[in-house]
């Protein structure tokens, strides 16, 4: 087991004041192996099951959201106005012969928010930048998810360090790999969906919240 030197670290704690909070004491390059080979693991395994086909009809939209930019995300336009959802849904909702023409008459308006079927803008912001470096093929970008997904299992491993401070590594490798290789978030996070990025922001948050709980 290898660990960092005392001279290297007193080094890095000069140079950097946030060192402590980011990089636990027993956290060492047996840590950083573990998740290394976990990860790569994971991608050898799972990684060709990626589909490469045409977007489903969630996949397609969220697209479409993305190829309006930033700024339409970040300002929401252009978007429906409530009133109007209420006067459509008393006019024609009630008919059930005219209710398509409500799916219709949103998408005719390029509603930014319909196109993310309500969900908020943080993920698309990342697809945004995802395809500007990746490209826009439906295997490229549904890896956008499986990374947020994989940076999840991350935050999990080192969270338990940042929490527990000493005899970490067993709790970190069970509850890590428990998520990673969940049947249920694999599949998720195959696809192009917001859900993927939800999980990695709701772990850091619940550690980060439990840190200073413990403080």
Sequence with gaps: QLHF???????????????????????????????????????????RAVPSTVFTYDEADYMFAVSQGFFANYLDRP????????????????????RTSLSEYIRKNNDIAFYRHFHGPLYFFWLIVFKKFFGSAELTMRWASLICFIGSFIAVYIGNFLLLKENARIPAILSSL??????????????????????????LGLFFMAMMIHK
Excluded at 15 to 43: C, E, G, N, Y
Excluded at 79 to 98: M, V
């Design 178 to 203: 428990l998520l990673l290789f969940s049947p249920t978030n694999i599949i998720t996070s195959l696809q192009i969906t917001p859900h993927s990025l939800y999980v990695l922001i709701v772990v």
């Design 5 to 47: 030197s005392g001279k290297a670290k007193q080094l890095l704690l000069r140079k950097i004041d946030i060192f402590p909070r980011i990089f636990p004491v027993d956290f060492t390059i047996t840590d950083i192996t573990i998740l290394v080979f976990s990860v790569a693991t994971f991608a050898a395994l799972f990684g």
């Design 79 to 98: 978007t429906t106005p409530f009133l109007t959802y209420i006067t459509k849904g008393l006019t024609e909702g009630l008919a059930s012969d005219r």
